[in-house]
């Protein structure tokens, strides 16, 4: 008996007949928009989107049997801009208050960030920042961030001396120049990888923890709420950290990146 001939049949009985949902069909292609400045993490070299993100996205996803990822380079301004419009479907950062508005957030970090304080080793300001052990013993000095990354912007914003420039080389540059005490890094291994490209004296820029300042801060993958199947996207994502073989891969992305 056909199905034609069993829906007959239910009808003239008087039986309802349900259709069976449709699995959501996942799409073939995702966009994902990140800083092309943001080295190890993600950059951009010879035109190529490369880092640790964009390694590790396409190893979970495709474990997962999950789309082919399309990875872009962007200022990080516009990369936020274009998935909240839209045009890009997903990026991986802090889940800001602002950022939540028109993106979900994944469940399980795809990089767990650790906070550091990087001063001079010359600097005056040497001392308090290592006999620190609470926020308010900062206070008085003068922090130095990044604009628009809305991390600082949302958990730094309890020190009254704090200024924002428009780029993360500024940070530096203006600590060896004296124009201010601290930067509190989300990474020690971006800060240091920017301060190798910038030619800067590695050995006279020291670090040390901020945990008494700010927790590890999970960068989550986030899609557009707009994406119609953004909650099944990121149960992909899940599933394929479970994978098989998908532990030690990430592991040796972070190997790689870090010789």
Aim: proline fraction near 7%; aromatic fraction near 8%; charge should be positive.
């Amino acid at each position: 008996m056909n199905r034609r001939r069993i829906l007959r049949a239910s009808v003239a009985l008087g039986l309802t007949v349900l259709a069976t949902p449709a699995r959501t069909q996942i799409p073939h292609r995702l966009i994902f928009a990140y800083d092309e400045d943001y080295a190890p993490y993600s950059y951009l070299e010879a035109g190529v989107m490369k880092g640790i993100m964009p390694d590790l996205l396409d190893v979970v996803m495709s474990a997962a049997g999950g789309p082919k990822l399309e990875h872009v380079g962007r200022p990080w301004r516009r990369a936020q801009a274009e998935v909240k419009a839209g045009t890009a479907d997903a990026m991986v950062t802090f889940a800001s208050e602002e950022r939540r508005g028109y993106a979900l957030p994944s469940k399980t970090p795809v990089v767990l960030l650790q906070p550091h304080m990087f001063y001079m080793a010359d600097s005056p300001a040497r001392a308090t920042i290592e006999k620190a052990t609470r926020p308010e013993d900062l206070f008085a000095l003068r922090l130095l961030d990044l604009q628009g990354n809305q991390w600082a912007e949302q958990n730094l914003r309890i020190f009254p001396n704090i200024s924002f420039v428009t780029a993360l080389n500024n940070v530096f540059q203006m600590l060896q120049l004296g124009r201010g005490d601290l930067h509190i890094s989300l990474s020690p291994v971006i800060s240091r990888w920017r301060i190798r490209k910038l030619g800067l004296p590695g050995e006279k820029i020291l670090s040390r923890p901020a945990a008494f300042v700010a927790s590890d801060v999970p960068f989550s993958l986030l899609i557009r709420k707009t994406h119609p199947q953004a909650a099944e996207l990121l149960a992909l994502f899940e599933e394929g950290l479970r994978r098989p073989g998908v532990a030690p891969a990430i592991a040796q992305i972070y190997r790689r990146y870090s010789a």
